[in-house]
């Protein structure tokens, strides 16, 4: 039986998660210090352990290699920024993770990538070019039962893999399809993922009499709580009870297959906390959401084999499974058994996703998938508790009155693009009002972008000193975003705004 089936009932959902709203992905500014990496980011509770067994690291390797991702991963989000459509991937390369590698496609962006610390690498392809190609396989290569079952994006390689027992008969069905083989890979593989929902479980929780999976992250929708977890663990209004078999919630929603994720409404009787359970009687705290890079250790957390660490190997990869075909999964080499589906992936104290499914075990290794934590909060509209949501975010106060209110939490150096990392649109000629709102004693700017065809242009600025501003741009039809910076400080906001 695992450990964790002794926690409380206040606990329960001590797997859980972050506190960025209803989905806005949050990025790093290219303003924040690399080094200003916050005390909670150093070393998380059993982490380091995890990380020293499943890695093969000592105390003080595993120590620099947090340390160094931390710090590179700001870069990681400027350098994607600046690039644009150039952008070819970034990995981290090393056993500590000290060097942060940058692909582009163009020898131009060289002396850019260096000036900043990380290694160029110039490569024939986009990100965006691959992905491209890598969905039309996917659309093509899931009717065979055995041959290219799992696909995604190999960055490091600059090519789309395929992982197949059948090498020669899916080389063939490639040629078949007619995408540039030069840009595929077949892989000689073994690998058949199955999804891990058997009757075992950890923060667990059940559908029915038999059927556990674990707890993915807190939730919350308005006013009611909840957790994310794996779809296929239920159907919407399926009832779950926890881990002492008292009666939980149920299943608001649920993808299955295509995505994996669905989230469950829970009753009175549980708390959502910010903590995800680290195997060993203690808890690491989620501090947000912020996409690991490829190469970052990544640590899950499940109900059948407790606390396991490794590295995030590629994303964007999508499995057929017998029960069909799931995309946008994130691949990495952390080792997952039935009842561990559902359960929680982070990155230091960054909230990545939840466990789908994969092949091997946690005595001979293995692999194992999760769905992204964004897609999951953006499809359902849900915010994620992080250890900062108990900060109420500040009243309205001088924006009042705008139709479009959003709200949310930042820390120094990052930044978030509204409404729901999306854009609006106007389609006649207006004015555009913008209203931010923050706690005294912080630095927040506001911009307005507006899409050009080919990129986003500042066409408002408003980034002076202090903790609140206003923007008024009139401008002509198109579609328009506007982009939250905290630079200086961490604070709940409000954002208003109105729109011809």
Known sequence: MSRRHVITTGCVLAITALTLTAAPAVATSPAVNASAVPSARQSPPGMIEALQRDLGLSRQEAEERLANEARLAPIEAQVREQIGDRFGGAWYVGITARTLVVATTSAADIPRLTALGVRAEVVNRSLKELQVIKKTLDMSLDTRPTAGRVR??????????????????????????????????????????????????????????????????????????????????????SATTGFNRVAQGVFQASNFPDSDFGWVAVNADWTPKPLVDNGTGGAVTVAGSKEAIEGASVCRSGSTTDWHCGTIQQRNASITYPQGNVFELVRTNVCAEPGDSGGSFISIDQAQGVTSGGSGDCTSGGITYFQPIGEILTTYGLTLVTDSTADAPPSAGTCTGYPQIITGTLNRGQFVYQPDNRQYRATTVGVHTGCLDANEGVDFDLYLQKWNGRVWDTVATADGLGSDKKISYTGTPGYYRYRVLSSSGSSPYTLGYKSP
């Open 152 to 237: 995604y994006v190999d960055v490091r390689n600059n090519k789309v893999a395929v992982l197949s027992s059948e090498s020669e008969a899916t080389e063939h069905d490639i040629e078949a399809i007619g995408v540039d083989t030069e840009a595929v890979r077949v892989v000689p593989s073994k690998e058949q993922p199955r999804l891990l929902h058997d009757l075992v479980g950890g923060t667990p929780y059940y559908v029915g009499v038999t059927s556990r999976c674990s707890v993915g992250f807190s939730v919350t929708r308005g006013t009611q709580n909840g957790f994310v977890s794996a779809g296929h663990c239920g159907k919407v209004g």
